[in-house]
């Protein structure tokens, strides 16, 4: 039986060349008895760590490889024979990559000449310019190391022929010769996934392509005795294949991390130094460094597991980084698995007391585990930058990399990109993409493309969504991990090629999370968190308005006013807890301890949602049903075994964790068999093998005396974790910035509010929301104006409010401003602006910019209002600076004659203001409309939350919100807002349906509807909707003239309104 | 909004492709009928039409009569329409738009009705509108009363020349400005025409008559570089009606010979009747077309060529006469196709030098033929071709040719071998159908018992 090896595979990680992920070839390759296999990819080795994990799992020889693609044509398949074999190969590629910008390597044969000890090369013939049997010698001669020549069937006619003369020329240079398969797929039907990534990536219709595609499905993995029937009449080309195989023995499992070593000194090692370190910091944390014996204890075993694991240089480096954002003033917070230890707490990564949320570092890491310790570190989103700058200065950018993220195809991209191949028109496209709810849509059913308006039953269509469904999951592109980095004290280009990210001073190597996970390869998160601006922003204020000194950590715990407010739902801005779904959780939940935020964090997430844990947690806690723990039958043993794992939550698994320890605990997986549980739900792909873990978990409960019921639900919500995973380690860092942010509104609203919009755009509410929200508790908030406000919202004393400070609204709310302009208009500020033409003279601003400013209606302080502004601004001009015109700022122009502009009505000006800065201080546009809205029975939202239950109710406002949840089966949430508070609307399935065009385009609805109070939430369930979205015009026109203003509205299209409906007040904001 | 947010909307949306040149075909059409109003008749934008009715009221009986007759056959046709009559075009377009029906006939009045409408009734651009609403200027009479020079002022850099258009409008509108109206007819480029005081009748009269235009015209086209390549004889009837010719050329021509040559093949089309009182020949489309010299064999040789095809294509009609385009394409007799003359760009160059040779004649259709002895996965031994036997000498292949599978095609995957039989002839010959090879690939015939067929397909030199 003669033996084969594939050495010349694309995988899709050739990026649109090759039709099969790394693990269907490696699989295929073991299915049909191949002795090995290589992946040889273009210039990259971003799949093989996939082959590798494939290869383990299968018991399958694979040897890592590359493909290198010369930039003079040339192009070799490269296997390196040991380890500094393949540190030269990745390093040869660093070089590449770094020449060329972000996507491409550069190389030369003279490149891989300074590389090639320890590499076996094989010269693919048909890309020598030459003539082959001149030029060979020369390769290599010039590569000095051992050198093949391929030879693959090709099924163009003369393969015989063509391959006896490779033989030949190849003999009589002394070159042997190697049998290849040119792989592009694992089996044939990947033909047509072939062609059409080809065609994306010409950007070519099928029609179009012609050439480009494939002749036949020939490219596919073919067994040992079909390689030998084609090259029968050379079988030393298949013995070769062996010979490359036997003298490959590098694996990359050799790849031995070494973590930086953060050393201090040469006397003392790593662990040395981070046990000095966390025992004389966790002193700090407590009261006259008096640390409880419990927590030394728990040090002690956790720096114990550390030793034993060797992390202590990994948790050196993370405290190294939040050091340096400490010391520069930047507010950050770690979380992640081991961010909730002891260590962290005393090391200040994070102020989440372990103790306090008894979250235990063993259920994260411990000596059976062997993944590695996770820290992700959230900075403040505006610095977070400098953080990342710091990190690639201390380490160098040879021991330092962002991770990347392996960019796929998801059901909108695929359909969008295969659409355009197959020939469908742009609307086609749009519509059937449209269809799509969701990032990871399932297979499109043919209703809704009926639904769309397309006949389900066309060929062509069918085969564009099959083959659209087919290319889900395909990589795309490498792009960078938002803030995932690696770092090593030997170069890291000896373990992973490094590559230009598309951002400038940014350097991503090609492996993604899991390719690190797969390696154990220590990462780093270092993410940006809108909130920590806010609240660093929120402390700095305190301290200059109210001279007080908070942090993180000194913010009083268990603020008794802090939970009232959160129990009310009271919560516009408050982190995590402000969405619409938790205002609804808040007051049935009912927070009392830092523990139940956690919870509350956790809950509102589509995982317990989908695993319908969410109301027997609730009714648990509210007491109207028994906190029951999950017992098996005692005949298989412990019935409490679970108890350990459910307990804090009432017997409802809530967290991820919690779901895995189930699998593990009860359904007798292994732990790693529970990590590769919930990676295979996560990528659905995947679901043959879904399917065996689901019978396995259900098995496994029911087999050791659980109820099938428990079993499945357990099952289900892990399905929900996979998609969404939100783990109790993440949540609790949330939670602590949850309360935080909590405690600043209760007490300090004006701040916060300040704040939140000084840290804009984050959250889940526009500016406008947060201004009234602040209003509404009493916060006194002041108009824009040119001779006081800076870019920033301000505090300005106010000697008759509660807190003594009010909002001053800044430039940053006006639209199209930029902050370097108003900088130039606050640095010249030394008097008071007198007009227009004075602020003109001193800050020189652009003339559109200052316009601006007249129509946010800023320049009250020079008594004139925004249309006298606007016309004085009209009449400047944009002189150029130069000396010659500097005397032209002397007034003296010709005193132009008086203008008697008509006064703008309130109303219109309410209208502005929302163009200029999406929110108006003068009054809320439906005040305007409020005696027609009364004359027709119209209630105002804060009325009805008085009424009973059940009760009949019709009110109007403005569309904030519109939310269709993918988990709410087809029911759309509104809320809608008047001038006296918000309304939440719950619009079901079926009146949707009806009033689809009511719903989706209206800027102002009036909805009827039937009243319903749950746990203190109201909510107006829709029966009738109607769009009044042209009452609006009627603001700007003047309400004065109603029937004027009629008259105004063109009796034909085409002489259009001056404002549309859908400028006059900004869109809501859509989720799906 | 995109069509997706539209449907989102109202999913069971009826949607129609937009067709504005159709529209506008349309429209003209449209304004020629109504020349029968009166002679001034122009097209006004994408949805108007403005007619210059100066001096023919009175033949429909006055202002009214006239919008109501119009407004009446419109709506006979099925036309919805919008109708006002005033003293200039501004004030008609105004009016129509947004007060229709209306009739004014003395400047003061209209002044008084423009000033009470909208600003957007003075048809300024959106953006303009905007700011002069912004400022409180929401009716055209607000414009009016505005001192021009601080009007002037407050719009200058890049809108300066909106401003200049949009007092341009006032004064229109005001009635300062006249603005003519552009009649609308279509005028072609070049045309020349005779008229006759005695009606032509006989064939030959009118083929003199058309030399001599040919003539005219082509010194015309001459004196400007100008080729052409549609013409068009207009022989206007003493009855009123009007016969047309058209002919068409492959490349520009200016060449009297041959110009009437291609007429004279149509001429007999021409129906006399009672005779043509006036004879208009039109150049409808001309290109640039230097002066050349003839004398050289090569272009003579073309020459000669392209003139054969414009008479055997004006003889035949044009899409009978085609030529060969290569196409990419695997498929042997997929990769050309015929098409106009016309096209220069035949693509052959494309035909990549790494595929294999393709055979100097390929049969209409692939011919099957009976493989006697057959090895797997190689050329036959042994074959019958149209009766005939073949032994084949030597051999070469397979190339293997799968369908196009993105028009579905059920054809199984081909394998072409190039064989050389014991007569001397090399031939080139496919299985159709793949043989099952264990472990590699299952039967590609659906239906088992089918063996693969043999076919014969086209010939070497």
Request: with cysteine; glycine share 6%.
């Amino acid at each position: 039986m003669v033996e084969y090896a594939e050495l010349q595979i694309s995988s899709n990680f050739s990026f649109l060349r090759g039709a099969s992920f790394p693990e269907e070839l490696i699989i295929s390759a073991k299915a049909i008895g191949l002795s090995a296999a290589a992946i040889t990819d273009r210039n990259t080795v971003a799949g093989i760590v996939r082959a590798h994990g494939a290869a383990k799992t299968h018991d399958m020889t694979y040897i890592p490889a590359c493909r290198l693609d010369l930039v003079c044509g040339l192009s070799l398949l490269a296997y390196p024979t040991d380890k500094a074999a393949y540190a030269r190969l990745t390093e040869l590629l660093t070089i590449g990559n770094r020449r060329a910008e972000k996507g491409s390597c550069y190389l030369y044969l003279s490149d891989v000449t300074a590389f090639s000890e320890g590499i076996i090369f094989t010269l693919l013939p048909e890309t020598v310019s030459g003539a082959l049997h001149t030029e060979l010698p020369l390769i290599k001669e010039q590569l000095n190391t051992d050198l093949y020549l391929a030879a693959s069937y090709s099924y163009q006619g003369n393969d015989k022929r063509r391959i006896a003369w490779l033989a030949y020329t190849a003999a009589q240079a002394h070159v042997p010769l190697v049998a290849t398969g040119n792989i592009l797929f694992h089996a044939p039907e990947r033909r047509q996934i072939a062609d059409v990534i080809n065609c994306i990536r010409e950007h070519k219709t099928i029609e179009e392509a012609g050439y480009l595609l494939q002749q036949n499905a020939e490219r596919f993995l073919k067994p040992a005795h079909e390689m030998e029937r084609l090259f029968s009449d050379h079988p030393e080309a298949l013995k070769n294949t062996m010979a490359i195989k036997e003298a490959c023995n590098f694996s990359l499992d050799e790849l031995r991390y070494n973590y930086p070593k953060e050393a201090v000194s040469k006397d003392i090692t790593p662990q040395e130094h981070l046990e000095n370190l966390v025992w004389s910091r966790i002193k700090e944390r407590y009261e006259n460094g008096k640390v409880p014996a419990s927590i030394k204890k728990t040090l002690a075993h956790e720096l114990a597991i550390v030793s034993r694991k060797n992390y202590a240089p990994y948790f050196l480096t993370v405290n190294d980084i939040v050091e340096y954002a400490r010391t520069n003033k930047i507010l950050c917070q770690g979380r992640g698995s081991a961010a909730n230890s002891l260590i962290c707490f005393a090391l200040r990564i994070t102020d989440v007391n372990p103790e306090q949320v008894d979250l235990l570092f063993e259920r994260f890491i411990s000596d059976a585990r062997s993944e590695p310790p996770d820290i992700d570190v959230d900075f403040e989103h505006e610095r977070r930058e400098e953080v990342i700058q710091y990190i690639y200065k201390k380490y160098g950018r040879a021991h330092a990399g962002l991770t990347a993220t392996l960019i796929t195809y998801r059901a909108r991209s695929a359909i969008r990109e295969v659409g355009k191949v197959m020939g469908l028109s742009e609307d086609m496209i749009g519509a059937l993409s449209g269809t799509v709810w969701g990032s990871y849509g399932k297979e499109i059913p043919d209703s809704q493309v009926e639904e769309a308006g397309f006949d389900p039953n066309d060929n062509r269509l069918r085969q564009t969504l099959n083959l659209a469904h087919e290319i889900i999951g395909f990589p795309r592109h490498l792009s960078q991990h938002v803030g995932g980095f690696v770092l090593t004290e030997t170069p890291l280009h000896e373990i992973v090629p490094i590559q230009n990210a598309a951002m400038q001073d940014r350097t991503v190597i090609e492996w993604n999370k899991d390719d690190l996970d797969a390696l154990e390869i220590l990462k780093v998160d270092v993410l940006s968190l809108g909130m920590l601006t806010c609240i660093r922003k929120s402390f700095q204020m305190i301290q200059a308005c109210h001279n007080k000194l908070y942090t993180l950590e000194n913010i009083p715990t268990d603020d008794r006013p802090t939970y009232k407010m959160l129990h009310k739902a009271d919560t516009i801005g408050v982190f995590q807890v402000e969405s619409r779904a938790q205002m609804s959780m808040l007051p049935r939940l009912r927070p009392n301890v830092f523990y139940d935020l956690v919870v509350q964090v956790a809950i509102v997430r589509p995982g317990p949602i989908q695993g319908d844990m969410v109301h027997p947690y609730l009714r648990r806690r509210q007491g109207l049903e028994k906190r029951e723990l999950p017992k098996r039958d005692p005949r298989f043993g412990s019935a409490d075994e679970l108890n350990e794992v459910l307990e804090r939550t009432y017997g409802v698994p809530l967290f991820q964790e919690q779901a895995m320890r189930i699998a593990i605990v009860a359904a007798g997986f292994t732990p790693e068999e529970a990590d590769q549980l919930r990676r295979s739900m996560a990528s659905f792909r995947n679901q043959g093998t879904i399917h065996k873990f689901q019978e396995k978990f259900i098995n496994g409960m029911t087999s050791r005396g659980y109820e099938l019921d428990f079993a499945e639900r357990c099952f289900k919500q892990i399905g929900g974790f996979a998609d969404y995973g939100f783990p109790e380690s993440h949540a609790a860092a949330f939670a602590m910035l949850a309360y935080a942010s909590a405690w600043l509104k209760c007490h300090f609203p004006h701040v916060f509010a300040c704040a939140l919009l000084n840290s804009q755009p984050m959250g889940f509410y526009a500016p406008a929301q947060i201004v009234r929200d602040a209003r509404e508790h009493g916060v006194k908030a002041r108009e824009v104006d040119i001779n006081i406000s800076t870019w920033n919202n301000l505090l300005e004393p106010e000697p008759d409010n509660r807190w003594g400070w009010a909002l001053r609204l800044g430039f940053r709310q006006i639209k199209g401003i930029s902050e370097d302009n108003a900088n130039t208009l606050t640095d010249n500020r030394l008097r008071p602006y007198t007009d227009v033409e004075d602020l003109h003279i001193r800050t020189r601003l652009p003339v559109a910019q200052i316009e601006k400013l007249a129509e946010a209606d800023a320049f009250r302080s020079c008594g004139l209002d925004r249309r006298q502004a606007l016309w004085q601004v009209r009449g400047l001009i944009d002189s150029p600076d130069l000396p010659l015109f500097s005397h032209a700022d002397t007034k003296d122009k010709d005193v132009e004659p008086e203008t008697e502009l008509p006064t703008m009505p309130l109303s219109e000006h309410v209208v502005n203001d929302y163009q200029s800065m999406r929110l108006s201080l003068k009054a809320h546009p439906l005040s305007f409309l409020r005696p027609t809205l009364e004359h027709k029975g119209i209630l105002r939202c804060a009325d009805i939350t008085n009424l009973k239950d059940g009760a009949k109710a019709t009110v109007a406002g403005l569309v904030l919100v519109r939310q269709r949840p993918g988990s709410a089966k087809g029911v759309i949430f509104l809320t809608v807002e008047d001038e006296t508070g918000v309304a939440n609307v719950v619009v079901w399935k079926k009146v949707f349906e009806n009033q689809r065009a009511t719903v989706m385009s209206s800027r102002l609805l009036i909805i009827e509807g039937k009243l319903q109070h749950e746990s203190g939430v109201t909510h107006l369930v829709a029966n009738d909707l109607s769009d009044a979205s042209t009452e609006l015009l009627k603001l700007s026109d003047g309400l004065e003239n109603d029937a004027e203003a009629s008259l105004q509205l063109p009796a034909y299209r085409s002489g259009g309104h001056p404002r549309n409906v859908k400028d006059l007040i900004p869109r809501s904001r859509d989720f799906h | 909004m995109t069509l997706a947010e539209a449907r989102a909307i109202h999913p069971v949306l009826h949607v129609a492709p937009s067709t504005p040149e159709a529209d506008q075909q349309k429209l003209e059409d449209l304004t020629r009928w109504f020349i029968r109003y009166t002679p001034l008749v122009a097209v006004d934008g994408d949805d108007g039409i403005l007619l210059d009715v100066t001096g023919c009221t009175h033949l429909f009986g006055g202002e009214e009569a006239m919008l109501d007759s119009i407004k009446t056959r419109l709506r006979d046709s099925g036309i919805n329409s919008q109708i006002s009559m005033a003293e200039n075009r501004r004030m008609a377009w105004a009016f129509s738009h947004y007060i229709p029906g209306t009739i004014t006939k003395n400047p003061t009045e209209s002044q008084a009705i423009l000033s009470n409408l909208t600003m957007a009734a003075l048809q300024l651009d959106d953006g303009m509108q905007q700011m002069l609403f912004k400022l409180g200027l929401k009716k055209a009479g607000q414009l009016f009363d505005l001192p021009r020079a601080s009007l002037m002022q407050r719009f200058r850099g890049k809108d300066s020349k909106k401003i200049e258009a949009l007092i341009t409008r006032m004064d229109q509108a005001e009635g300062r400005r006249d603005e003519p109206i552009i009649p609308f007819t279509l005028l072609p480029e070049w045309q020349v025409r005779m008229a006759f005081s005695e009606p032509l009748q006989l064939q030959e009269m009118v083929s003199t008559a058309i030399k001599e235009l040919l003539l005219e015209l082509t010194d015309l086209l001459a004196e400007a570089d100008k080729g052409v390549m549609r013409l068009a004889l207009y022989g206007f009837r003493v009855d009123g009606s009007v016969q047309k010719l058209m002919i068409g050329t492959n490349k520009p021509s200016r060449d009297q010979k041959h110009l009437m040559r291609l007429l004279e093949e149509k001429l007999p089309d021409l129906e006399a009747e009672f005779g043509f009182d006036l004879l208009l020949l039109s150049a409808e489309e001309t290109t640039h077309l230097p002066p050349e010299q003839t004398s050289s064999a090569k272009a003579h040789a073309e020459h000669s060529i392209t003139e054969f095809l414009d008479r055997i294509g004006a003889r035949l009609g044009p899409s009978s006469v085609r030529k060969i385009k290569h196409r990419q394409s695997y498929i042997p007799e997929q990769a050309q196709t015929f098409t106009s003359l016309q096209t220069n760009e035949l693509h052959w160059e494309e035909y990549p030098s790494t595929l294999p040779i393709r055979p100097i004649r390929l049969l209409l259709r692939p011919e099957a033929i009976h493989v006697m002895a057959e090895v797997p996965e190689g050329a036959p031994k042994r074959f019958r071709w149209r009766r005939v036997e073949h032994l084949v000498a030597k051999a070469e292949g397979p190339e293997r040719i799968a369908p196009e599978w993105w028009i579905n095609s059920e054809d199984p995957t081909r394998d072409y071998y190039q064989v050389e039989v014991k007569s001397g002839a090399r031939l080139w010959l496919f299985r159709s159908g793949l043989y099952p090879i264990k472990g590699v690939r299952p039967s590609e015939n659906r239906k088992q018992s089918t063996q693969p067929q043999w076919f014969m397909h086209g010939f070497f030199a």
